[in-house]
């Protein structure tokens, strides 16, 4: 039962009425028997800086930053974590003793999921279709973690060779247009296959990002960050050819799990935290 006592996190976006952080984090309070709430927070973009200080006025222990306000709130928080300089922006805020701490739980968030399902990352070569602000913390991740190689393919060549740039070991991340010769090339050697884009999100599950199916390696892994649907079209076809394939839903928990431990100091329930995602989802 919500009472005075209860200490209240949330999520700011706009729109937020489709998340499924309110959903996932109030059953792993209830498991973990800890009087917490998480409620969504729809804050229009020129509000942002007015939705963090009633935040941290209001006395929240934290919240969850969405589209599009995770690089936009950089300038109203007191101090970043490592994780949010690398990737240049935040998705969880830490509030304690009146100050606002801004971490980035994608990074870290990406490569658990892969970890998981026992998918190794040091030396191995990864093959990424976006060059947005999803595939940044994608790629801090695996560079973080020791992937020797990173080609990253957008519609748009300069996007990606500047997003490319952008990295400090920027040696071992290549841009190109994911139509192109080098990029074909790189498809043959890919360890792992990573779409980053938003093709294939609900509504409009018939769309896929381009990809020269003959040209991938035979045992790449194939992972997408949309979690809705949980087997999107890009994986049912990598799963038809015979390729291990990892759905959004993995990160969307993982760095679920990250947040749930600076805002409580307590383990996450990861396993409920699954469970419950695939039952709002209808996949259990």
């Known amino acids: 039962m919500i ?23 109030n059953a792993a309070f209830k498991a973990a028997g800890l009087d917490y709430v998480y409620v969504g927070l729809p804050v229009r973009p020129e509000d942002i800086d007015q939705a963090l200080a009633g935040v941290k006025a209001l006395g929240f ?10 690089v936009k709130v950089l300038p109203y928080l007191d101090a970043l974590d490592r994780s949010a300089e690398l990737v240049g922006a935040v998705n969880t805020v830490v509030v304690a003793e009146g100050r606002a701490i801004g971490y980035n739980s994608d990074m870290a968030g990406f490569v658990n999921s892969l ?18 602000g999803a595939a940044r913390a994608v790629v801090c991740g695996l560079l973080d973690n020791g992937i020797r190689q990173v ?24 841009g190109c247009n994911w139509g192109e010769g080098s990029f074909v090339e790189a498809l043959g050697m890919g360890d792992i296959v990573i ?8 509504p409009r599950e018939d769309e896929q990002p381009p990809l020269d199916w003959a040209a991938v390696n035979p045992r790449a892994v194939f992972c997408d960050l949309i979690y809705n649907p ?10 038809a050819a015979g390729h291990k394939t990892i759905g959004g839903a993995g990160m969307l928990v993982e760095q679920a799990a990250i947040a749930f431990t600076l805002w409580t100091g307590v383990p996450a329930p990861r396993e409920m935290m699954y469970q419950t995602l695939a039952e709002a989802l209808g996949t259990k």
């Open 195 to 202: 779409n980053c884009t938003p093709l294939g999100m609900y």
């Open 61 to 70: 222990s934290g919240v969850n930053v969405t589209v599009p306000h995770k």
């Open 115 to 132: 970890l998981a399902e026992g998918v190794a990352i040091e030396g191995k070569r990864a093959i990424l279709l976006g060059a947005g």
């Open 230 to 239: 949980a087997a999107s079209g890009f994986l049912t076809r990598a799963r």
């Open 3 to 25: 009472g005075a006592k209860t200490r209240v996190v949330g999520l700011l976006g706009w729109p937020v009425e489709h998340s499924m952080s309110p959903v996932i984090h």
């Open 151 to 174: 080609t990253v393919g957008s519609r748009d060549k300069a996007k990606a060779a500047d997003f490319a740039a952008s990295f400090d070991r920027n040696e071992a991340v290549t």
